[in-house]
């Protein structure tokens, strides 16, 4: 009887009945990755571990941290299952068990990162950041480079110019899903790549651009400055100008000829600038959650000008993009009250 009542309790314990949380293989984790677009994927181990790479589109959340759960709480809605991992499965089965404590549900990566790679599962290096909108639905932004960006929403893949190489070559074929929209600034190298779109694109993408770049690919929705659309499950667009106005810099980006925009999701206001210096419009931005500027003369802004540009525009969150070498090291001093974010966006 003790010995049938161990394995019993051995069993028990393997598919976390206790806390609630389940405990997948790599084949299940990834089926559940796969099938079900709401999930929220967190990677629990140090920033070091996730920066060497990650499950693609995993948000990190270090388990060490003193305010482990309040960042959990603050990223996370326990409207929809958390699946975590983490080295080995240990530190992921202890967080699982911390979410399920507060009204999370939980799925727990057997064999952890070490699992999932011996078995030829694809891995990431780009960031991804997560955030929640008014009604505490979860959005993920993941960080390609330079100017490109996924945003995923209530199962829906937004592009923001994608492009391929860069020194950090992307295969969208096989990194990302099939987008639900492209967004293309204008047509300039490293923001307009037909071979990115066309791997992107499926029957019903949405893709819209300046009037340009719509030229150059004989087709998509042409949005001017200051025009508007409604995107797939009801996102606002706005086209907000991006240009130059220092002298000598003109030529680069030259007035009403390139798009910024503004997306609004459930409340949540992103402002992705495109191109452009610490131009007037700025100010009239309003409620802006996440802005990405760009710093880097002489075609974008200087640091002094995107000090002013924040300021101008009040965002919550501030993620400098297409930065190349400049040093920003003194933005966070110089922004007081905006929560400024180094990712790797170079």
């Not at 069993?11 to 299940?28: K, R, T």
């Not at 492009?163 to 293309?184: C, H, M, Q, R």
């Not at 204008?186 to 499926?202: P, R, S, T």
């Not at 409340?267 to 992705?272: N, P, T």
Request: charged residues 20%; negative net charge.
């Amino acid at each position: 009887m003790n010995c049938f009542i161990m394995s019993f309790l051995s069993l028990f314990g393997l598919f976390g009945c206790q806390s609630g949380q389940a405990n997948l293989n790599a084949d299940e984790f990834e089926n559940m990755l796969s099938k079900d677009a709401t999930v929220q994927l967190v990677d629990v181990r140090t920033p070091e571990e996730y920066a060497a790479g990650h499950l693609r589109g995993a948000v990190n959340i270090d388990w060490y941290a003193d305010d482990f759960l309040e960042t959990a709480k603050a990223k996370l809605t326990p409207e929809h299952p958390v699946l975590v991992y983490c080295r080995s499965g240990k530190r992921s089965a202890a967080a699982a068990a911390k979410l399920e404590g507060i009204g999370f549900k939980t799925y727990n990566l057997l064999g952890g990162y070490m699992g999932w790679t011996e078995a030829g599962k694809p891995v990431s290096v780009y960031e991804v950041e997560a955030f929640k909108t008014s009604i505490g639905e979860p959005l993920t932004i993941t960080l390609v480079k330079h100017a490109s960006l996924e945003i995923r929403y209530k199962g829906l893949s937004i592009q923001i110019d994608p492009v391929s190489g860069l020194g950090k070559p992307t295969d969208y074929n096989t990194e990302f899903p099939k987008a639900d929209v492209i967004l293309v600034t204008h047509e300039h190298g490293d923001h307009f790549d037909k071979e990115a779109i066309g791997a992107l694109q499926k029957d019903d993408t949405q893709l819209v651009t300046n009037a340009r770049c719509a030229e150059m690919l004989g087709c998509g929705k042409t949005l001017a400055n200051g025009e508007s659309a409604v995107l797939p499950g009801g996102i606002g667009l706005d086209a907000v100008p991006a240009y130059n106005i220092t002298e000598g810099h003109l030529q680069f980006h030259p007035k009403g000829r390139d798009n910024g925009y503004v997306l609004t999701l459930d409340g949540f206001r992103i402002y992705i600038a495109g191109d452009t210096e610490d131009i007037p419009e700025m100010s009239e931005l309003r409620d802006i959650d996440l802005a990405f500027l760009p710093v880097n003369q002489p075609y974008t802004m200087t640091v002094d000008q995107c000090v002013r540009a924040a300021k101008a525009i009040g965002p919550k969150v501030l993620i400098p993009y297409h930065f190349s070498k400049t040093d920003l090291s003194s933005l966070p001093a110089l922004l007081p009250g905006i929560d400024v974010r180094f990712r790797q966006m170079q």
